[in-house]
């Protein structure tokens, strides 16, 4: 790998994770310590990323929690069609899972009509917001907190979801594969979405075209645990058609947007 590619990787873990340890960007890529020195000290010169003792941090941490909102990635125009098809899975008086994320939380802008809702979710953005209707009944979990996702994680974010189960999740991947099935860019959050999926009778995963085929290091699989992916015009016929074959309904969500 390349030190262009590797330091892209180290961003979207950062991304991801806010922060990362040399010794654990050191196991994943294989690499050296004064390799992974040196791809920090590139990236900090060019004003990505703060080192600290023993690893590095997104430059712009803590703007994230400061604001209560998500940074904006790439794709978001079809990342916001996407949450309007999904939403309208969502009806009032329905138990659901939300994760955290930007495609999910854009989901949030058409749901404030929703009553009754029963929300199982490791967003903060999303709990605080649809916490503001007073018949919803918001469930968030513990863990350790991810400024830049907003989100809850780790072992004790798991707790909530034993003995739980909803009617559907809205699930976010870093990318999905029809071989490694849905993967992230790091193991940190693996086991919450593990514990989601198992708590959920329908699961609707929500990804743009990009992400298909896109694999990332971290893989989960649970291809037999998705019912629907909800994406954009860009999947093909014949990737749809593949996706039928192991039992996944794909919906599309059409739009100027996502055209092209």
Known sequence: MFPEQRREKIIELLRENGSCRVQELKDIFQVSEPTIRQDLEAMEQSGLIVRQHGGAFLSNYSSFASNIQLARHIN?????????????FVS???SIILDSGTTVAEMIKHLTNRKSLKVVTPAINITLALGKEPSNTILMTGGEFKAPTLSLT????????????????FLAAGGFSLTAGLTYPSFTDLSLKRAMINSAKTVYLLVDSSKLEKVLFASLGCL???NYLITDAGITQDYI????????????AAGP???G
């Open 154 to 169: 780790g072992e004790n974010a798991c707790l909530v979801f034993k003995d739980l189960y909803v009617e559907k999740l």
């Open 92 to 94: 009032s008086g329905d």
């Open 76 to 88: 978001m125009d079809k990342k916001t069609l996407i949450s309007a098809k999904a939403s309208e």
């Open 257 to 259: 947007a996502s055209s």
């Open 241 to 252: 058609s593949r996706l039928a074959g192991m039992n996944i309904e794909t919906i599309v």
């Open 224 to 226: 037999d645990r998705i």
